[in-house]
């Protein structure tokens, strides 16, 4: 816990605490919301969905393991449960990696890409809905701002740091 220098916690003010309680019930409804669309319209959580964007990204479709965990913010061991229930649903394989033996890729099969093309538009019009369409251009720019800031302060610079992606 951050202290001023004289030993006592830095408490929020009534404002921040407000700013900060809208934060957390703003962001917790918007995920579920986001999960309830893409379990009725494709059968899958909102994890799955970001996972399959990564990997229709990326060159030739395809992400070493350890790159997927670290893009998407995800243990290693919570990567590998949701690219076995991928690879289940056919929309993800898995392939050894050829300059590391140790290494694995994961791999968007067509249909995974053809699941990916005909949810996008229903999780794009979601997202519009609940975020975009309820701010003027002007929030958007600073929302934007907050968040690269907030981002940017985040993002560890240490390469030994303890990052759950990375276990």
């Not at 399959?52 to 998407?72: K, Y």
């Not at 033996?101 to 997202?127: D, I, M, S, Y």
């Not at 309820?134 to 993002?155: K, Y």
Request: glycine fraction near 6%; include cysteine; proline fraction near 5%.
């Amino acid at each position: 816990m951050t202290t001023a220098s004289h030993g006592t916690p830095r408490w929020l003010s009534d404002e921040e605490q407000r700013v900060w309680r809208a934060y957390l019930h703003a962001t917790t409804l918007l995920e579920d919301h986001l999960d309830r669309q893409l379990q009725r319209d494709a059968g899958m959580p909102h994890i799955y969905y970001g996972l399959l964007v990564q990997l229709s990204q990326a060159p030739r479709r395809r992400m070493r393991m350890t790159e997927l965990a670290r893009e998407t913010k995800i243990t290693r061991s919570r990567l590998s449960h949701a690219v076995a229930r991928l690879e289940k649903n056919g929309w993800v394989r898995r392939e050894d990696c050829a300059s590391d033996k140790r290494g694995q890729n994961a791999c968007l099969t067509e249909e995974g890409f053809e699941v990916l093309r005909r949810t996008a538009p229903g999780h794009v019009e979601a997202v519009r809905q609940a975020m975009f369409d309820r701010l003027s251009p002007e929030q958007v720019g600073q929302l934007g701002e907050i968040m690269r800031v907030m981002a940017e302060a985040l993002q560890p610079t240490d390469p030994n740091a303890d990052l759950p992606w990375l276990r």
